[in-house]
């Protein structure tokens, strides 16, 4: 039973270009949350969602930033036209329904250069 | 506005000893709380978790204790070893409803195992 499965594991984009981040949750997990590392800092919460909804998104920045959690297929966090602030690891977690603590990923490093 | 608090980036402790790790909270609504454990270049991996319905929770060698009328939690890591050096993160949840589950999390604590 394969874990929390992200990639890529690093990515690099030049600012302005549009950087895609996927997640694969654990098998039976039908909740998927997002997570932002800044350097020196916790994790912030950015976005929960299940299968075709998003439930919080309370932690997205208003632009740039969207996720999905289609039917099929990963979750997808894109971040449009980025920017070096955006440099930061991203964590996506995964959770059984009503479980307060849950799985995640080892994360994809997003460096804007 | 940090609703969890470590307030010390980093502890050293010699292997064998006890490790305590410091968490305190302001939110009032916070009725569960989770200890992650972070190595470099990986994710944050589940370590012990605590109710507030509860004052401590045990397994194995790690013990966390929950003061609700201080907000207050700690972490007791004994005897440490020195695989147990990494970044401790304390997180709280609220209850569910009204869609709002993530996590709150705290900036966490460098543990520094030493020979």
């Known amino acids: 039973n394969a874990g929390v499965m992200q990639n890529p594991r690093h990515l690099v984009r030049r600012r302005g270009q549009e950087a895609r981040l996927r997640c694969s949750p654990m098998?039976?997990?039908?909740?998927v949350y997002w997570y932002r590392q800044l350097p020196e800092e916790g994790l912030k919460f950015m976005v929960y969602?299940?299968?075709?909804?998003?439930?919080?998104e309370s932690g997205m920045p208003k632009e740039r930033f969207s996720a999905e959690f289609p039917k099929e297929g990963p979750s997808i966090l894109r971040i449009q036209q980025v920017v070096r602030g955006d440099s930061a690891a991203y964590f996506c977690?995964?959770?059984?329904?009503?479980?307060?603590?849950?799985?995640f990923g080892s994360g994809t490093r997003l460096t804007v250069v | 506005d940090q609703q969890v608090k470590q307030n010390s980036p980093s502890l050293s402790v010699q292997e064998g000893r006890i490790s305590i790790l410091n968490c305190d909270y302001t939110?009032?609504?916070?009725?569960?709380f989770l200890w992650y454990k972070k190595y470099p270049a990986e994710g944050p991996t589940f370590l012990i978790s605590?109710?507030?319905?509860?004052d401590k929770n045990e397994d194995g060698r790690f013990t966390v204790f929950l003061n609700k009328s201080a907000k207050h939690l700690s972490l007791h890591i004994v005897p440490s070893q020195p695989g147990d050096s990494a970044v401790y993160f304390c997180?709280?949840?609220?209850?569910?409803?009204?869609?709002?589950?993530?996590?709150?999390f705290g900036k966490g604590t460098h543990l520094i195992i030493q020979p």
């Open positions: 969602l299940q299968k075709e909804n998003i439930i919080d």
């Open positions: 997180a709280a949840s609220r209850p569910s409803g009204g869609g709002a589950d993530g996590l709150t």
């Open positions: 939110n009032s609504m916070f009725d569960y």
């Open positions: 977690a995964s959770s059984p329904p009503g479980t307060p603590g849950y799985t």
């Open positions: 605590i109710s507030s319905i509860k």
């Open positions: 098998k039976g997990h039908s909740h």
